[in-house]
């Protein structure tokens, strides 16, 4: 071979680690982006509790959380929060072995 047909098929490997970290580091950024406007859709303003406490006061029942099971509809948007959530949190270290599987493959 000549010497750039060798310098391209050497730049290959690192070409593709540039691409696999690159995507790993594209989905961790979407997956905590998600979480993150997510946990902006919660936030209720009006609803601060700074200085309150939350007794088990029987004067106050109305303090008392109402607990319902929930439907498939929120047992699947719940599940959906905590796999995007996993997904930003585990990538991450998942980014060495992956890159290593690619160099070794």
Known sequence: ????GERALEALPRRDRQIIAGALTA??????????W???LMHMPGMETS???MDANPITPAMIPHIQPWSV???GLMFLMWLIMMIGMMT????PMVLLYAHVG
């Open 92 to 95: 991450p270290s998942t980014k």
């Open 27 to 36: 989905l961790t950024i979407a997956a905590w982006g998600y979480t993150f």
């Open 1 to 4: 071979m000549n010497g750039s």
């Open 38 to 40: 997510l946990a902006q």
């Open 51 to 53: 200085g309150m406490r």
């Open 73 to 75: 509809a929120e047992f």
